[in-house]
Antibody, heavy 120, light 111 residues
């Protein structure tokens, strides 16, 4: 059974750095084709893809947020970490991590999401 | 990369069929057969309903089907049921540099 769980602060101040951790089980991020992504959803709004890290360590970022995002993985701990610098109230959202088995598979497994509020 | 365009809302009566469109460009939907669809109930995580345009993951009802023509993908829900009332999002592969782009989302209401 595959599970993913997001963790991190629920409240951050503007200009601070947000660090979110996705802890997973039931799969290995060393397996060919596997990737973990971060997707966010502002309250009442649509899903937005943020970043992706592949089994081989390659990384991809949303062009609009690329300068502020860093995604890393710790295979031994079964964790993926997303860092977002210089947060703003518009970054208030539920942040999800999700797993895919291949480029064609879609995100078949999601965490429950964690709501992050950016406010002073 | 712009979000894929979906209608804001679609409604239907129980038992009817509805179709949700997802319009992209020749750089995403039109260039790859890698469109997926997600169902999201309020306060819940999205659930994968369709991948590779037409394929259903194990456990997803056969009432859900996908298709694509040119730059537009579609999700059809047949035999609409009350439990289908949710938000639906399409997602397309958009190339090696920007692998994913989501749609604007569609709220499905069962009348």
């Amino acid at each position: 059974q595959i599970t993913l769980t997001e963790s991190g602060p629920t409240l951050v101040k503007p200009t601070q750095t947000l660090t979110l951790t996705c802890t997973f089980s039931g799969f290995s991020l060393s397996t060919y084709g596997v990737a973990v992504g971060w997707i966010r959803q502002p309250p009442g709004k649509a899903l937005e893809w943020l970043a992706l890290i592949y089994w081989d360590g390659d990384k991809r970022y949303s062009p609009s947020l690329k300068s502020r995002l860093t995604i890393t993985k710790d295979t031994s701990k079964n964790q993926v970490v997303l860092t977002m610098t210089n947060v703003d109230p518009v970054d208030t959202a539920t942040y999800f991590c999700a797993h895919r088995t291949s480029k064609s598979s879609g995100f078949g497994n999601w965490g429950q999401g964690t709501l992050v509020t950016v406010s002073s | 990369q712009s979000a894929l365009t979906q209608p804001a809302s679609v409604s239907g009566s129980p038992g009817q069929s509805i179709t949700i469109s997802c319009t992209g460009t020749s750089s995403d939907v039109g260039n790859y057969n890698l469109v997926s669809w997600y169902q999201q109930h309020p306060g819940k995580a999205p659930k994968l309903m369709i991948y590779e345009v037409t394929k259903r993951p194990s456990g997803v009802s056969i009432r859900f089907s996908g298709s694509k023509s040119g730059n537009t993908a579609s999700l059809t829900i047949s035999g609409l049921q009350a439990e289908d009332e949710a938000d639906y999002y399409c997602c397309s592969y958009a190339g090696n540099s920007v692998p994913y782009v989501f749609g604007t989302g569609t709220k499905v209401t069962v009348l």
